[in-house]
């Protein structure tokens, strides 16, 4: 066996043993969240030593991190999918409520929790900027594209109209409760935020 290849074996056997890793860890926060999460529960279940876990990851933040920039990725393939159709504003806003309820549905509500907050810690181990965040990026893309349209009012300032519309589904899904309530809230956000978008645009 040449040496190529036992390297490249190696490389594979390193990234079964870091995603068993990151998968016991998403299994342990949903259960108790990060804070809350035991790193010897993690290993154990990922059936590797203590230490292999910090060869991996620096600490618990750092696999949230990694399990951020994974679904973040997921998500805009999606999200860009849906783009690649016929849409009109109305329909990117919800789609992107969507995208954001699936993932809370998806990692449940304490996960969920844990991952916005780490998002918007000011500890937060990696500092990035909106441009790092793909969902974004292609939400204030559409608001840019609706605004050239004519649909946009022109002084609206794409970036801060898709951060705002963001920020609003992140509020609701954090405070309300499930249930009529929530999915209320979120329609009327929608609402909200294409009236100011459109402004005197006749919405």
Do not use: C
């Not at 108790?32 to 230490?51: E, Q, R």
């Amino acid at each position: 066996m040449t040496s190529q290849v036992k390297q490249s074996a190696r490389g594979v056997r390193r990234l079964q043993t870091r995603e068993r890793i990151l998968g016991a860890a998403t299994a342990e926060f949903k259960q108790s969240g990060m804070a809350g999460a035991d790193v010897n529960a993690i290993v154990s279940a990922a059936g590797v030593a203590h230490g292999t876990f910090f060869f991996h990851f620096h600490s618990k933040e750092h696999v949230l991190l990694e399990l951020e920039s994974r679904e973040e990725a997921r998500m805009a393939g999606e999200f860009a999918r849906f783009l690649g159709g016929r849409h009109d504003l109305v329909a990117v806003l919800t789609e992107v409520v969507q995208l954001v309820t699936s993932l809370e549905e998806r990692l449940g509500s304490l996960l969920f929790k844990e991952l916005l907050a780490l998002h918007f810690s000011a500890t937060r181990p990696s500092k990035d900027e909106w441009t790092d965040h793909p969902i974004i990026v292609l939400l204030v893309r559409e608001v840019e594209r609706a605004r050239g349209d004519g649909a946009v009012h022109p002084e609206v300032e794409a970036f801060y109209g898709g951060a705002y519309f963001l920020l609003g589904i992140y509020g609701v899904l954090t405070t309300a409760g499930d249930g009529e309530t929530r999915d209320t809230m979120l329609a009327k956000l929608v609402t909200t935020a294409l009236r100011g978008l459109t402004s005197n645009k006749g919405v």
